[in-house]
């Protein structure tokens, strides 16, 4: 074991900077509790967040990280707009390198922070170019200010993390002379540590009842959840039975337009008893919804690593999901891919998922051992990526 004075200490900061972006905390827990897991630990993870930080948040990450609370993290404070402004025009990191030295940080991570003064390692995590290949889901605006950061991130940065090579390739066109900086690392979903709890408890709790399909992504315009709702009307006529629950924040800060256009479906299609919305849940109840799934569906139009084809890889589930590059390039392999803009194609697949039972489950124990030994990997992949620059921390 390594000793405590001679560990690394990374810092990092609440992916996404507010509690609405479920993939970025749960990216986030995954990668602290994977370095948790290694047997020699190199690394000590210090999370920096805001004074005002929702204390619930924070408990979910106790014991995986030192927490240190700074006002430079509260966002929209007076400290956090000069914070961005200094970093955004001048590249300046005055707040966050005293905090750097104060607390010995060697490197800071995922946390897109990174400038020509930063008194540490920048290693930071590009999820995907959303942006640049669909553009038309961003105003002008945003679009400005996203590729904007990302060119000063890919400059000043050490290390630049993507969790796919899908996204890789669209840095490649997006600014090739940093590729000697970049490493592909898939994360991995943790999906065991919840309690069993019967499926009557759920049925009581989101009153339904019998077999479903479960959606579990945010409701982003991206996710194409309308491919979806169209399947279950389809599909209706042959079981009007049929039931697909979806989880998830229910705002696209984007168009706000697009969940009420969703609900309109569902009333005018009378739909009421065959979808059900429930909105953002505990990730416990989401892990339970899938686990007692005849299905997972991941219909997106586009993602960095799909964190629930992750979910249902650790749970060794059958996913029905959008046949776009990087879903195959995650090879589930309970996967069954369509067409994300056909539901005639979905809807058949449902159908079938239904007259099938749900197969028997692997024996928890091998699930369990197979998911440890890709934590594993993915902690020593990331540690490794400190070995270049021992002599620099």
């Known amino acids: 074991m ?20 479920m993939g970025g905390i749960n990216y986030l827990k995954n990668l602290l509790f994977a370095l948790s897991q290694l047997e020699e630990h ?6 920096l967040v805001g004074k005002k930080v929702d204390e619930k948040l924070l408990k979910e990450f106790e014991g995986l990280a030192e927490i240190k609370q700074y006002s430079v993290f509260d966002r929209y404070s007076v400290k956090w707009f000069l914070d961005v402004i200094l970093r955004d025009i001048f590249n300046l990191n005055p707040f966050i390198n005293q905090i750097v030295v104060e607390n010995n940080i060697k490197a800071i991570s995922h946390s897109y922070i990174y400038g020509r003064d930063l008194k540490c390692l920048a290693i930071n995590w590009i999820p995907d170019f959303q942006h640049r290949r669909l553009p038309h889901m961003f105003s002008k605006l945003n ?24 996204a890789l390739e669209d840095f490649k066109k997006f600014k090739a002379e940093y590729i000697s900086k970049t490493k592909v690392i898939h994360f991995v979903s943790q999906t065991s540590n919840f309690e069993k709890k019967s499926l009557s408890y759920l049925e009581k709790k989101y009153h339904f009842s019998g077999q479903f399909f479960f959606l579990p992504n945010q409701f982003w315009v991206h996710k194409n959840h309308k491919v979806v709702f169209e399947a279950i009307n389809l599909a209706k006529e042959k079981d009007k039975n049929i039931l697909l629950i979806c989880s998830g924040h229910m705002l696209d800060e984007r168009n706000k337009k697009y969940i009420e256009n969703l609900k309109s479906y569902i009333t005018d299609n009378a ?17 339970l919804l899938m686990y007692y799934t005849n299905s997972i569906i991941n219909p997106s139009f586009f993602e960095g690593w799909s ?6 890889k650790s749970m060794n589930k059958t996913i029905i999901l959008s046949n776009i590059a ?29 007259s099938n039972l749900r197969g028997e489950m692997s024996a928890e124990e091998e699930i369990e051992k197979n998911l ?22």
């Open 2 to 21: 390594v000793q405590k004075h001679n560990m690394i200490k990374v810092a990092f900061t609440i992916i996404g900077g507010k509690s609405s972006w």
């Open 42 to 47: 190199t690394l000590k993870p210090v999370l």
């Open 143 to 166: 679009y400005y200010v996203r590729d904007f950061r990302l060119k000063a991130l890919s400059k000043y940065s050490d290390i630049i993390i993507f969790s796919s090579n899908d």
């Open 271 to 287: 739909l009421e008893n065959n979808i059900k919305l429930l909105g953002k849940i505990p990730f416990e109840d989401v892990l």
């Open 307 to 312: 964190s629930t084809v992750e979910e249902s």
């Open 326 to 354: 990087v879903h195959i390039e995650q090879a589930p392999a309970k996967g069954i891919f369509f067409n994300p803009n056909n539901p005639e194609e979905l809807a058949n697949i449902l159908l079938k998922q239904l």
């Open 372 to 393: 440890q030994g890709k934590t594993i990997e993915f902690a020593s992949q990331y540690e490794s990526l400190f070995k270049a620059y021992a002599t620099r921390l």
